[in-house]
Each structure stands twice: as structure tokens, then as C-alpha cells.
């Protein structure tokens, strides 16, 4: 889950972040800020990577639907502050378990990863 | 956790329009959130627009990510091609029509024998393990053919139930014919005299009541019977009260209480001893078993009359238990020579059981699948020619980025799609193809009754419809596929000419189909030879206007009856001659009888005796037949009983033992040497009473008032239609004797054309598949023709513009077109003699090369392939060269 190859040459010109780390960051988002809608999220994403993260905003839209349909995010309609009617998302439980795997995995690859580069020749 | 995203992905399917409203929902409310804030840092009405959307990226781009990550992606676009192919489909109706039709008629014919095939051959016998359960006929141990093979006595298959490893368990059973007497009716059936063991060594459990038991067979035993599922709804209604009651047979003085009812299906096995009787059938459906066990007589125990089925020990091949049971017969024949002579013949039930119908069926599905390649072969010249009409839209589909393997999807969605509606129609062809063979087939093919239409017919017909799509549309698909679409867009409109390469596909395809066509006309032209063949044969004596009949005196009252009711029917205005008959040629009826024969050597064995066929006739019969008496005379009214006993015999017996001096006057022994013998008094001419396509073998005749049979043919010659006497004869029967049993009604004709049913159903069935395949391949002759024309319209203009004449260019046409042919009817004449051998058991007096049949049905076909080629060519010598070359 920590890098989903998507199957679509084309998205993945235009994003630079690949979904299984945009997955990360959303539900990691939704851990620290709570319910959000999806602006927001991309918005939190952006701001917390400073401009290092190319992202569109819409792409954080396919990430979410995925989420929510393995069960890790929940939807409930809520208002904008523009007055729509807009879908806002949260963590569940099994959302918060994910989470925690996946922060994990990506620690273990990352530590594999350091271990490579710091090692001598 | 995985299976729910599965599960909410495949339900996101059906709920693909909610979510793509929902989703342009949000993507409004970003913008408008985003537009929000770039305003609030500053930027203008417009600026913020712009920001925000570009800061949200491509909006289509990810509703098309979002539908991907959401749902079953390959489910979703196959709808679409599915959607799409429809549409097309419905802008082409003809196409769609000729197309879906062709591969019908394939289908059809193929699941229409599929159908006989999965009734006859794959519904297994309704026993436990069929295959456990092996026969086991005699056979003569010196290789001789036995004229009828002889049953085992109880003595023997006795030792074998005890002694043999090889089998766990073994049983005897007897085919028997009676009638059962009901209150309103005097109804015949064949019965199973069976041991008690019987039930459970074949595997059968009774769906009430129960089975036999030990102490059913005992002398002192209350007589009791079992019933056929399907005499029991047939007679009794399915009456649920059914067990204990009792019924009256003929020539049992008591009644028979019936303790169980059979589960439905369950047929003969087979009695080969009993084969000659008028009213065996081992395909018939059981409908009586009674209770039979050998006693303990010593002389009885010795008397051949059993045959036996044994079940196969765990593990054992039918070759092991052969070569133990013959053991066993050795040992036996060598304790006792009465047992000498015969060695069991241990065949497997299954293959015994399934070998007519594998002898007719077989050939018969491989005819109805090159019908079905014929129309695969059509299928696909039609969608490739398709294909080509429709370049333009695949060009311009790949140019708006429609992947090669979208176009390939595509193109073979369509050809699925054909193929499903043509394997739907075949399904329905099949249905009444098969109805047809029910009302044509009865006697051609075993079992024809159990075969029904239903799920498995048609998911073979649309199994056959997934192989006819891959066949016919591959091709087409993958070439759609490889377009160049620079190319095929150059080009103005849609294009009715190919390249050579292509042309040469189609003419390979075509030239196939002609192949396959000659080996079906083949296949046909050898059957209707042999009916020809049949038909002319000599078969000694007249079949026309002759009504059969089985009459049986169900209560004994013996000669009086019969002579009286001959005279009554005699004297019936209408009626030239009657007479009685056991041994009715090609009704198979006859008596195997050991015969002694003067001059010849007396068999110091039982195994080695001369079997010859005794048939039993009243005074009148070879002249009502058209049999002429060579020498000597014919039977008289007074050959009775008391007098010495008498015999005709025909041509052949005499020629063969008494090739020197005269027949009449020489004696045979019918009953034993201890008997009084019968003295020849005629000599008959031969007739092919077995078989029409036999010559005839010696046979011996004997005077009915000295061999009288049970259940015997009435004969009628009549004055006009013989059916149309039946009646008037039934009622003068039943005057003399109330009781008496009239059955099976035929005029002599149908009897002669039951005996060919097998041929004659196999002839209908390769005439028609070639018709069909003839047409086809015609089609696909005129169709690869009239492409080469449309394709060389200016190469005959240019031809005929510097001077070509009509005939010129008739000859350029028709010789392309006779080279197609030529090349499918030198293959074929090549299949032809590979194939036609599976036929060999058909044929009479034609070999499968035979030269002339191949001969004539090669010039028959292209005969008439060449009318094919005419529209073509008549197009060709009209191209006008000044409109053709302007326009180009």
C-alpha cells in the first residue's frame, strides 16, 4: 500500500506525489485535524509540505473514495463555508489501525532505504 | 478489510451515476472554497477563477481516475463496448440477420446432435458405478461365430459367484415376454426373470416397496413381481396404494402380488440368447421383474439358460476378470464336458450399452461440426468485409486515442455478440431439429425416448457460440486493430477494395469451406448410393401390400384358434391370402436351432453344432411372399402334429449341405438325435430374410401346425391399402377369440424400413448438413468473388479500354473463380478419403473411395459453385470503362 503503481500512465505525469503516499498523508490529516471536507484536506496537505509537494487538488478526491470504500474514512454531508452541501470526512476505527500500519511500513522502508545509502562502499 | 473495497467497488457499478453527481457536487463546492480564499489573499474575480482551477488540476482527468480507483474497471468498459456493439449491431440489421442465421444453422445442427449425444450416450445407464459392471456372454472357445450365443448354466456362474476374486458379486437374470391381463385389456410386456442378488450387484434401489428377497424363490413361496416406474403411472396411475396388489399374467395360474415399484429409466440388459425373439428389445424400458433362482434339480443346474452381469472388485479391469473367469471355465469344461466348448467373453457394460448409438452418433456430430466451420468460415468473411466498410470509423476512433486494444475489444465484442444471438436462434433450431429426429429416428437410434432439450442443449449451444466467435472473429478483430489510421483516413469513404494479401485470406477461407462441403457431399452421395444399392438388391421376395400383425391367444387354446382365425380373415372380401408366421424376414425374429443333418458329421460337442435359423409358416406363405418353391411342395394342413414331421429348406441350405445330390427326401434332426427326424419335402429360393444388405444363409422351415409359437406375425395380403384393413381384421380376430392380443399393426413396407432406419436416418441427416453447408459455401464463393471484382474494377476497365473483349474478361473471371474452386474440391476430394471410412458401417456394395460417387458429387458441386460465380462475373464484363476511370 505504500506505493500503489495506478495502472494510468497520464495521472501520474501530472502528480507528483503517488497515491499510496497521498493515501498516507490524507488519513494522517484526518488523525491530527479531525472531520474536514475535501478542500480542506488538500488545502492541509499543501500547506504542512510547504510547496515541496506538487499536488493537484483534485487528485486528493480518487485517494478519498478509496478510503472510504475499504472503510478507513467515513462521509456524512455538512455545509460548506461557502453554504454547499459538501461531504466531510472522518477517521474510523479501522481507519486509525491503517494508519498506524502504514506509518509503520513506511518507517521499516525508510529505515531500509537509510540503511543502503549511509552504508560504505 | 480488503473484501469490503471489493464489494463497495462492484456495488459502485450499479451506483456509478449517484456517485459521479455526488463527485461534481464536491469538485464545485473545492472551486468555489478555493475561489474564496485566492480572493481573500488578494487576487481579482477572474485571477481567483482561474487559480483555483488550476490549482485543482484536470477536472475530467480525475473523474475518470475516480471512476477507475472506484470500481471493477474491466466490468464497466465491457458494458460499454457491450453498449456500443449494440448500437452498431442496430444500425446493420441485415448484416446482423445473415450473419447471427449462418452461424445458426451451424449451431443448431451441432447442438441438435449434441442433444441425441448427451441423451444417449452421456446419461449413463441409472445403475450404481455402471462402470463397475461388466456382461458376460459366452464364446465359442474355438473363435467360431455362434448364431445365437449360448447362456451360462446355473452350474457355472454359481462357481463363479463363489470362486472368483476378480468380481464381488455376480447375478443371473432371463428375458422374459408375456401378457398382463387387465380388466378393460390384454397388454404384452417384456420382463426381467432375475435372482434376488440381482438389485443389489447392479445398484438398484426400488422407489417403493421393496426388492426380492431369498425366500421369494422358493417353490412354496406366494408368488410376487415388481413393476416398472413407467407401467406403474402408465397402468396403474401412479397409484400410491399400489403395493399389494395383485395381478394376472398369461400362463400363470396364479395371481402375482406386486411388493415394489422401480425408480424411472431402467431398460434390458442385454439377453443376446433371446435376440431372435419377435418382441426383444434391449432398449425398451423394464416393466416387469419376477423372481427367479436356479433350485437345486442337478439336471436343471446344468441347463443353459442364464445370463449373467457381475460388478467388478475394487480396482479390477474388466481384462483381469476376463482372464480369471476363462480360468474358471477351463477348469469346469475339463471337470465336466458338458460345460466344454464355451469361454466367457467379459465385456464392459457401458461400451456394450453405448455402442449403437456411438456407431450412428459419432459420424453424425463430426458432419454437424464441419457445418458449423463452414458457417465460421462465412461468419468470417462477412466480418472482415464488415471490418472493411467500416475503416473509417476505426481510423478515426484510434485517432482520438481509442487504444489498440480498445479497437480489438471493440471488434470482437461485436463478433460475441453475433455469435450469442446465433448460438440463441441455434439453441432453438436444435430444439425442434431434435423433435424431428424423434419422429424420423425411433429405430435408428437407441434410447431416442430418454433424449429432452433443456439447459444442457442450450449451454452447449452457447458454448459452441463462444468457440464460433472466436473463430470467425479473431481475424476481423486483430485486423481492425492494426489499422494505420494516417492511411485508412487518406482514402474518400468507406472502401470496398482489399490487397492481395487479404484477398488471398479470404479465398484460403472460402477454399476451406469448399473442402469441407465435398467431404459432407461425399458422406451423403456414398449413403444415397447405398440405398440405392439397397434398394435394388435382390431380396427374394415382395414387400408390398402386406399387413403384419402379432397376434397372441392369450388363453390357451392353441391350433383350433389359429386355424380358425386364419379362415376368417381369409374370407374377409379384400384379402388375397393370410398366414401365419414365427421368423417374418428383417423383423430379426427367428429360432436358432442345433440341427443334425444328414451326411453330416454328429458334433461330439454342444459348442460345436451347426446353428441354423428355423422359421415356422402356415401352408401359403412363400407364395403370398413371392418365394417360389424350386423343387418339391409346400406345406399342407394336414403336416400336423400326428403326422411325421416335415421341412422346407431354401437354396442355400441345400446348395451348401447337399451340393451333389438331391435335398428332397434327406432327413434332419431338429430336437436331438434321439427324436423323430424331419424329412425334406421342399426346397425354397433364398431370400434376405436377416438383413437386406445379407446374402442369404441356410435356413430351415418348418409347418406351423407342427411348430407352433406364442406371440407369431399374421400375414395379409391385401387387395388395396393394407392399413386399411386393420381394422376389419382385428375385429375378425377378436370374433374367433375375444382375448386375443393384437399388436403392432405394420404393413410389411415399414418393416422393411424400420430395418434401414439406421442408414436411412444417417442419410437424411448428411444430405441435409451438405445442403446447408453447399449454400453456405456458395454464399461465400460469390461473396469472394465479387470483392475480387469490386477490387480489380480498374484493372478490367484499363483492360477492356485498350481492346479487351467481354469474353476476355468472362474468361479472366470465372477461371479466378474456378481456380477457388478447383483448390476447395481438390482438398476435399483429399478429405473425403480420409473421412468417409467412419461411414464403412453404413455402406452396402460402395467402398468409402468409391471413385464414381466422388466423381459425381465433385462435378455436382462445382457445378453448381459455378453458378455462384456468374453474378460476379456478369458484373465484371459491365464495368464501364469510361465512368470507372474518370472517377478514380
Redesign the interface.
Given at each position: 500500500m505504500i506505493i500503489d503503481m495506478?495502472?494510468?500512465d497520464?495521472?501520474r505525469q501530472?502528480?507528483d506525489v503517488p497515491y499510496g503516499t497521498l493515501d498516507l498523508l490524507a488519513l494522517k490529516t484526518l488523525e491530527t485535524m479531525g472531520e474536514m471536507?475535501?478542500?480542506?484536506i488538500?488545502?492541509r496537505i499543501e500547506q504542512v509540505s510547504g510547496d515541496a509537494l506538487k499536488l493537484?487538488?483534485?487528485?486528493i478526491?480518487?485517494?478519498l473514495?478509496?478510503l472510504?470504500?475499504?472503510?478507513w474514512i467515513r462521509t456524512k454531508w455538512g455545509i460548506?463555508?461557502?453554504n454547499?452541501?459538501?461531504?466531510f470526512y472522518s477517521l474510523t476505527k479501522?481507519g486509525r489501525k491503517?494508519l498506524e500500519t502504514e506509518v509503520q511500513k513506511w518507517e521499516q522502508a525508510n529505515a531500509l532505504v537509510a540503511r543502503f545509502l549511509e552504508a560504505a562502499p | 478489510m480488503r473484501w469490503r473495497g471489493r464489494i463497495e467497488r462492484v456495488l459502485a457499478l450499479a451506483r456509478g451515476r449517484r456517485l459521479d453527481r455526488e463527485l461534481e457536487a464536491e469538485v464545485e463546492a473545492h472551486l468555489e472554497m478555493a475561489e474564496r480564499d485566492a480572493r481573500k489573499a488578494g487576487l481579482s474575480a477572474e485571477e481567483a477563477q482561474w487559480a483555483a482551477r488550476r490549482r485543482f488540476g484536470g477536472i475530467e482527468q480525475m473523474k475518470e481516475e475516480h471512476r477507475d480507483r472506484r470500481s471493477v474497471r474491466w466490468i464497466e468498459t465491457g458494458a460499454r463496448d457491450f453498449r456500443i456493439a449494440v448500437r452498431t449491431l442496430g444500425r446493420a440489421p441485415s448484416f446482423v440477420a445473415v450473419t447471427a442465421l449462418t452461424l445458426a444453422l451451424g449451431i443448431g445442427a451441432t447442438a441438435a446432435v449434441f442433444s441425441l449425444i448427451q441423451g444417449v450416450l452421456l446419461t449413463p445407464p441409472p445403475y450404481q458405478d455402471p462402470e463397475q459392471l461388466i456382461l458376460i456372454p459366452s464364446a465359442r472357445t474355438d473363435g467360431q461365430q455362434q448364431e445365437s450365443p449360448r447362456p451360462w448354466p446355473a452350474a457355472q456362474w454359481m462357481e463363479w459367484q463363489r470362486e472368483a476374486k476378480s468380481v464381488q458379486s455376480i447375478a443371473a437374470y432371463r428375458w422374459m415376454f408375456n401378457f398382463l391381463i387387465l380388466p378393460d385389456r390384454v397388454e404384452s410386456f417384456e420382463a426381467m426373470a432375475v435372482t434376488p442378488e440381482y438389485f443389489s450387484v447392479v445398484g438398484l434401489e426400488p422407489a417403493l416397496g421393496r426388492k426380492f428377497v431369498a425366500s421369494d424363490t422358493t417353490p412354496s413361496a406366494a408368488p410376487v413381481l415388481m413393476i416398472g416406474y413407467e407401467l406403474w403411472q402408465r397402468r396403474f396411475g401412479g397409484d400410491p396404494n399400489i403395493l399389494g396388489q395383485r395381478v394376472r399374467v398369461s400362463r400363470e395360474d396364479a395371481p402375482l402380488e406386486i411388493v415394489g415399484v422401480m425408480p424411472p429409466g431402467v431398460r434390458f440388459l442385454p439377453a443376446p440368447n433371446v435376440a431372435q425373439e419377435p418382441n426383444y428389445d434391449v432398449n425398451a424400458l423394464v416393466d416387469i421383474w419376477a423372481p427367479f433362482s436356479p433350485g437345486s434339480d442337478a439336471a436343471e443346474l446344468k441347463r443353459p439358460r442364464w445370463n449373467v452381469v457381475g460388478r467388478l472388485a475394487p480396482g479390477v479391469t474388466p481384462e483381469q476378470a476376463q482372464a480369471e473367469l476363462a480360468l474358471l471355465a477351463e477348469r469346469q469344461a475339463q471337470a465336466d464336458r458338458d460345460f466344454a466348448g464355451f469361454t466367457p467373453n467379459v465385456q464392459s457394460l457401458t461400451s456394450e450399452y453405448n455402442r449403437d448409438g456411438e456407431r450412428i452418433l459419432l459420424p453424425l456430430f463430426g458432419s454437424a461440426a464441419l457445418v458449423l466451420l463452414i458457417a465460421c468460415g462465412n461468419a468470417a468473411a462477412l466480418l472482415f468485409l464488415r471490418g472493411l466498410g467500416r475503416q473509417q470509423e476505426y481510423a478515426m476512433r484510434a485517432a482520438l486515442g481509442v487504444g489498440r486494444a480498445g479497437l480489438f475489444r471493440q471488434a470482437s465484442t461485436e463478433s460475441l455478440l453475433l455469435a450469442l444471438a446465433g448460438g440463441a436462434l441455434g439453441a432453438g433450431l436444435a430444439f425442434g431439429a431434435v423433435r424431428a429426429f424423434q419422429s424420423i429416428g425411433g429405430h435408428a437410434i437407441p434410447r431416442l425416448d430418454a433424449v429432452t432439450t433443456g439447459w444442457p442443449v442450450l449451454l452447449f449451444g452457447l458454448g459452441l457460440a463462444l468457440i464460433a466467435a472466436t473463430l470467425a472473429g479473431l481475424f476481423p478483430a486483430w485486423r481492425a486493430s492494426r489499422l494505420d489510421p494516417n492511411e485508412a483516413l487518406k482514402g474518400a469513404g468507406p472502401k470496398s477494395t482489399v490487397g492481395r494479401g487479404e484477398r488471398r485470406l479470404l479465398r484460403a477461407v472460402t477454399m476451406a469451406q469448399a473442402a469441407l462441403t465435398l467431404v459432407l457431399l461425399a458422406g451423403a452421395g456414398l449413403l444415397i448410393r447405398t440405398m440405392i444399392n439397397i434398394a435394388n438388391a435382390p431380396s427374394g421376395y415382395d414387400t408390398s401390400r402386406i399387413l403384419t400383425m402379432s397376434v397372441t391367444s392369450v388363453q390357451r387354446s392353441g391350433a383350433d384358434f389359429h386355424r380358425r382365425s386364419l379362415e376368417r380373415v381369409q374370407a374377409l372380401p379384400g384379402v388375397q391370402r393370410a398366414a401365419y408366421a414365427w421368423g417374418v424376414p428383417l423383423t430379426g425374429n427367428n429360432w436358432p436351432m442345433r440341427v443334425i443333418i444328414e451326411g453330416q458329421p454328429v458334433p461330439v460337442r454342444a459348442s460345436e453344432a451347426t446353428e441354423l435359423p428355423l422359421r415356422s409358416v402356415t401352408p401359403g406363405y412363400f407364395e403370398m411372399l413371392g418365394l417360389p418353391l424350386l423343387e418339391g411342395r409346400d406345406f399342407r394342413s394336414n403336416d400336423v402334429d400326428q403326422a411325421p414331421p416335415v421341412a422346407i429348406v431354401n437354396q442355400a441350405f441345400a446348395d451348401r449341405y447337399f451340393p451333389n445330390t438331391e435335398a428332397l427326401g434327406k432327413k434332419v434332426w431338429l430336437r436331438g438325435p434321439k427324436e423323430p427326424h424331419n424329412t425334406i419335402v421342399g426346397v425354397v429360393a433364398n431370400g434376405r430374410t436377416d438383413d437386406l444388405t445379407r446374402r442369404a444363409t441356410p435356413e430351415i422351415y418348418g409347418s406351423f401346425w407342427q411348430y407352433s409359437a406364442y406371440s407369431k406375425h399374421l400375414l395379409i395380403r391385401t387387395e388395396a391399402e393394407p392399413l386399411s384393413m386393420a381394422s376389419a381384421v382385428q375385429s375378425a380376430l377378436r370374433e374367433v377369440n375375444p382375448h386375443a392380443a393384437v399388436e403392432h399393426i405394420k404393413t410389411f413396407d415399414q418393416i422393411r424400413d424400420d430395418s434401414l432406419a439406421g442408414r436411412t436416418f444417417a442419410m437424411r441427416l448428411l444430405v441435409g448438413f451438405s445442403m446447408v453447408g453447399c449454400l453456405l459455401t456458395l454464399v461465400g464463393i460469390y461473396g469472394v468473388l465479387s470483392l475480387s471484382v469490386a477490387s480489380r474494377r480498374h484493372e478490367i476497365a484499363i483492360r477492356t479500354a485498350i481492346g479487351a473483349e467481354r469474353r476476355d474478361i468472362r474468361t479472366l473471371i470465372l477461371s479466378d473463380g474456378l481456380r477457388l474452386i478447383a483448390g476447395g474440391v481438390a482438398a476435399g476430394l483429399a478429405g473425403a478419403l480420409a473421412f468417409s471410412r467412419v461411414l464403412r458401417s453404413f455402406l452396402y456394395e460402395v467402398e468409402p473411395n468409391d471413385p464414381a460417387t466422388l466423381i459425381a458429387v465433385a462435378m455436382l458441386f462445382i457445378g453448381v459453385a459455378l453458378l455462384a460465380c456468374w453474378a460476379p462475373t456478369r458484373r465484371a464484363i459491365h464495368v464501364d470503362p469510361m465512368k470507372t476511370l474518370r472517377c478514380e
Amino acid at each position: 500500500m505504500i506505493i500503489d503503481m495506478s495502472k494510468k500512465d497520464m495521472s501520474r505525469q501530472r502528480t507528483d506525489v503517488p497515491y499510496g503516499t497521498l493515501d498516507l498523508l490524507a488519513l494522517k490529516t484526518l488523525e491530527t485535524m479531525g472531520e474536514m471536507n475535501g478542500y480542506r484536506i488538500a488545502r492541509r496537505i499543501e500547506q504542512v509540505s510547504g510547496d515541496a509537494l506538487k499536488l493537484s487538488q483534485g487528485a486528493i478526491y480518487p485517494a478519498l473514495i478509496r478510503l472510504e470504500q475499504e472503510g478507513w474514512i467515513r462521509t456524512k454531508w455538512g455545509i460548506s463555508e461557502t453554504n454547499r452541501k459538501v461531504k466531510f470526512y472522518s477517521l474510523t476505527k479501522a481507519g486509525r489501525k491503517q494508519l498506524e500500519t502504514e506509518v509503520q511500513k513506511w518507517e521499516q522502508a525508510n529505515a531500509l532505504v537509510a540503511r543502503f545509502l549511509e552504508a560504505a562502499p | 478489510m480488503r473484501w469490503r473495497g471489493r464489494i463497495e467497488r462492484v456495488l459502485a457499478l450499479a451506483r456509478g451515476r449517484r456517485l459521479d453527481r455526488e463527485l461534481e457536487a464536491e469538485v464545485e463546492a473545492h472551486l468555489e472554497m478555493a475561489e474564496r480564499d485566492a480572493r481573500k489573499a488578494g487576487l481579482s474575480a477572474e485571477e481567483a477563477q482561474w487559480a483555483a482551477r488550476r490549482r485543482f488540476g484536470g477536472i475530467e482527468q480525475m473523474k475518470e481516475e475516480h471512476r477507475d480507483r472506484r470500481s471493477v474497471r474491466w466490468i464497466e468498459t465491457g458494458a460499454r463496448d457491450f453498449r456500443i456493439a449494440v448500437r452498431t449491431l442496430g444500425r446493420a440489421p441485415s448484416f446482423v440477420a445473415v450473419t447471427a442465421l449462418t452461424l445458426a444453422l451451424g449451431i443448431g445442427a451441432t447442438a441438435a446432435v449434441f442433444s441425441l449425444i448427451q441423451g444417449v450416450l452421456l446419461t449413463p445407464p441409472p445403475y450404481q458405478d455402471p462402470e463397475q459392471l461388466i456382461l458376460i456372454p459366452s464364446a465359442r472357445t474355438d473363435g467360431q461365430q455362434q448364431e445365437s450365443p449360448r447362456p451360462w448354466p446355473a452350474a457355472q456362474w454359481m462357481e463363479w459367484q463363489r470362486e472368483a476374486k476378480s468380481v464381488q458379486s455376480i447375478a443371473a437374470y432371463r428375458w422374459m415376454f408375456n401378457f398382463l391381463i387387465l380388466p378393460d385389456r390384454v397388454e404384452s410386456f417384456e420382463a426381467m426373470a432375475v435372482t434376488p442378488e440381482y438389485f443389489s450387484v447392479v445398484g438398484l434401489e426400488p422407489a417403493l416397496g421393496r426388492k426380492f428377497v431369498a425366500s421369494d424363490t422358493t417353490p412354496s413361496a406366494a408368488p410376487v413381481l415388481m413393476i416398472g416406474y413407467e407401467l406403474w403411472q402408465r397402468r396403474f396411475g401412479g397409484d400410491p396404494n399400489i403395493l399389494g396388489q395383485r395381478v394376472r399374467v398369461s400362463r400363470e395360474d396364479a395371481p402375482l402380488e406386486i411388493v415394489g415399484v422401480m425408480p424411472p429409466g431402467v431398460r434390458f440388459l442385454p439377453a443376446p440368447n433371446v435376440a431372435q425373439e419377435p418382441n426383444y428389445d434391449v432398449n425398451a424400458l423394464v416393466d416387469i421383474w419376477a423372481p427367479f433362482s436356479p433350485g437345486s434339480d442337478a439336471a436343471e443346474l446344468k441347463r443353459p439358460r442364464w445370463n449373467v452381469v457381475g460388478r467388478l472388485a475394487p480396482g479390477v479391469t474388466p481384462e483381469q476378470a476376463q482372464a480369471e473367469l476363462a480360468l474358471l471355465a477351463e477348469r469346469q469344461a475339463q471337470a465336466d464336458r458338458d460345460f466344454a466348448g464355451f469361454t466367457p467373453n467379459v465385456q464392459s457394460l457401458t461400451s456394450e450399452y453405448n455402442r449403437d448409438g456411438e456407431r450412428i452418433l459419432l459420424p453424425l456430430f463430426g458432419s454437424a461440426a464441419l457445418v458449423l466451420l463452414i458457417a465460421c468460415g462465412n461468419a468470417a468473411a462477412l466480418l472482415f468485409l464488415r471490418g472493411l466498410g467500416r475503416q473509417q470509423e476505426y481510423a478515426m476512433r484510434a485517432a482520438l486515442g481509442v487504444g489498440r486494444a480498445g479497437l480489438f475489444r471493440q471488434a470482437s465484442t461485436e463478433s460475441l455478440l453475433l455469435a450469442l444471438a446465433g448460438g440463441a436462434l441455434g439453441a432453438g433450431l436444435a430444439f425442434g431439429a431434435v423433435r424431428a429426429f424423434q419422429s424420423i429416428g425411433g429405430h435408428a437410434i437407441p434410447r431416442l425416448d430418454a433424449v429432452t432439450t433443456g439447459w444442457p442443449v442450450l449451454l452447449f449451444g452457447l458454448g459452441l457460440a463462444l468457440i464460433a466467435a472466436t473463430l470467425a472473429g479473431l481475424f476481423p478483430a486483430w485486423r481492425a486493430s492494426r489499422l494505420d489510421p494516417n492511411e485508412a483516413l487518406k482514402g474518400a469513404g468507406p472502401k470496398s477494395t482489399v490487397g492481395r494479401g487479404e484477398r488471398r485470406l479470404l479465398r484460403a477461407v472460402t477454399m476451406a469451406q469448399a473442402a469441407l462441403t465435398l467431404v459432407l457431399l461425399a458422406g451423403a452421395g456414398l449413403l444415397i448410393r447405398t440405398m440405392i444399392n439397397i434398394a435394388n438388391a435382390p431380396s427374394g421376395y415382395d414387400t408390398s401390400r402386406i399387413l403384419t400383425m402379432s397376434v397372441t391367444s392369450v388363453q390357451r387354446s392353441g391350433a383350433d384358434f389359429h386355424r380358425r382365425s386364419l379362415e376368417r380373415v381369409q374370407a374377409l372380401p379384400g384379402v388375397q391370402r393370410a398366414a401365419y408366421a414365427w421368423g417374418v424376414p428383417l423383423t430379426g425374429n427367428n429360432w436358432p436351432m442345433r440341427v443334425i443333418i444328414e451326411g453330416q458329421p454328429v458334433p461330439v460337442r454342444a459348442s460345436e453344432a451347426t446353428e441354423l435359423p428355423l422359421r415356422s409358416v402356415t401352408p401359403g406363405y412363400f407364395e403370398m411372399l413371392g418365394l417360389p418353391l424350386l423343387e418339391g411342395r409346400d406345406f399342407r394342413s394336414n403336416d400336423v402334429d400326428q403326422a411325421p414331421p416335415v421341412a422346407i429348406v431354401n437354396q442355400a441350405f441345400a446348395d451348401r449341405y447337399f451340393p451333389n445330390t438331391e435335398a428332397l427326401g434327406k432327413k434332419v434332426w431338429l430336437r436331438g438325435p434321439k427324436e423323430p427326424h424331419n424329412t425334406i419335402v421342399g426346397v425354397v429360393a433364398n431370400g434376405r430374410t436377416d438383413d437386406l444388405t445379407r446374402r442369404a444363409t441356410p435356413e430351415i422351415y418348418g409347418s406351423f401346425w407342427q411348430y407352433s409359437a406364442y406371440s407369431k406375425h399374421l400375414l395379409i395380403r391385401t387387395e388395396a391399402e393394407p392399413l386399411s384393413m386393420a381394422s376389419a381384421v382385428q375385429s375378425a380376430l377378436r370374433e374367433v377369440n375375444p382375448h386375443a392380443a393384437v399388436e403392432h399393426i405394420k404393413t410389411f413396407d415399414q418393416i422393411r424400413d424400420d430395418s434401414l432406419a439406421g442408414r436411412t436416418f444417417a442419410m437424411r441427416l448428411l444430405v441435409g448438413f451438405s445442403m446447408v453447408g453447399c449454400l453456405l459455401t456458395l454464399v461465400g464463393i460469390y461473396g469472394v468473388l465479387s470483392l475480387s471484382v469490386a477490387s480489380r474494377r480498374h484493372e478490367i476497365a484499363i483492360r477492356t479500354a485498350i481492346g479487351a473483349e467481354r469474353r476476355d474478361i468472362r474468361t479472366l473471371i470465372l477461371s479466378d473463380g474456378l481456380r477457388l474452386i478447383a483448390g476447395g474440391v481438390a482438398a476435399g476430394l483429399a478429405g473425403a478419403l480420409a473421412f468417409s471410412r467412419v461411414l464403412r458401417s453404413f455402406l452396402y456394395e460402395v467402398e468409402p473411395n468409391d471413385p464414381a460417387t466422388l466423381i459425381a458429387v465433385a462435378m455436382l458441386f462445382i457445378g453448381v459453385a459455378l453458378l455462384a460465380c456468374w453474378a460476379p462475373t456478369r458484373r465484371a464484363i459491365h464495368v464501364d470503362p469510361m465512368k470507372t476511370l474518370r472517377c478514380e
